[in-house]
């Protein structure tokens, strides 16, 4: 177990090292959204470019890990867009819960954890969940969200069709699976301005969540928390597991890799989404939840992938 800690809790601690800069002042809390811009238009993008440019395209497109960790994602955000209309929340909250209880940190929290357990599984393991959220996950959670009554459902999905359309990771990945397919290789400027921007994305990512975590109160939710955390950091990782189980079978390490990578907490990127769509208030007070609750399920996780399933 202190191996585990050793490789978890540098992660949870430039978390604290973010919220302790905003709460002291050093940052105002404001200046976390200049941050998240940052890191969604810029950083995010060439990290995830540049990851899949690393590997050939028979890698990229693993169908059977894609039709697990889909799956058990697509299961997950099914459940919460359920809960979330049981509760008749409105289809921008219900969807965001939905994304909340599917969508994992993988990145951020997930990669440099991940990668220490399994080695250079864990990078392929990270482009394929990064795969499944952003063209699974994200699309039907804006789809969900854009679905307005007094509108066709046409022009609906138009909105959100556009709205996807003008996500930058989006178009990362689009542009990181055409070089994988055609076998191009970057050349050394551009590969390596890549690299150097990417490399910035984790500690600016985990510095923000641990900023955007200041001044946010888990009050008013006393059953929409519990429930939606614990379909996150329970339920995404069994429905997973079920996945795994119940479709073909993949590689060992990508078997642990599906199971930890679906416990981590909800990433940065639901957060800034949340704001757009004008709930970010909810999806803050989750992402606390999830944040602190995650650095005791997580490691409770690990344990049972390594030892009990490995």
Known sequence: MLHILSITSPIFLLIAVGYLAVWRGLFKREDMLVLGKLLVDFLLPALVCRAI????????????????YGTGSAVALLAGVL???????????????GMGMS???TIFVGFPIVSELIGPGAAIAMTLGVLVENLL???????????????????????????????????????G???????????????????????????????????????????????????????KLLLHPLCVLAALALLPAVAPELHQAAILYACMPMPALFSALAQRLGHGGYAA??????????????????WVVMHGLG
């Not at 209309?85 to 289809?91: G, K, L, S, Y």
């Not at 138009?158 to 542009?175: D, E, G, V, Y």
């Open 103 to 105: 969508a994992s940190n």
């Open 83 to 97: 809960y979330g209309r049981w509760r008749h929340m409105a289809w921008p909250r219900a969807a965001l819960t």
């Open 53 to 68: 440019t690393q590997f050939p395209l028979q890698e990229v497109l693993n169908l059977r890990y894609l039709a697990v």
């Open 177 to 231: 699976v055409a070089c994988s397919a055609l076998e191009l290789k970057l050349p050394y400027v551009l590969d390596r301005s890549l690299q150097i921007v990417g490399s910035a994305a984790t500690g600016v990512a985990l510095l923000m969540i641990g900023g955007v975590l200041v001044g946010q109160r888990l009050q008013g939710m006393q059953l929409d928390l519990p429930v939606v955390v614990g379909g």
């Open 285 to 302: 007070t989750l992402l606390v939840a999830s944040t602190v609750v995650a650095f005791f399920s997580v490691n409770a996780w690990i």
């Open 137 to 175: 996950v994200v699309p039907v959670m804006l789809l969900l969200a854009g679905r307005d009554a007094s509108l066709p459902w046409q022009r609906s999905l138009a909105q959100s069709l556009r709205t996807l359309a003008r996500n930058p990771i989006i178009w990362a990945i689009a542009a």
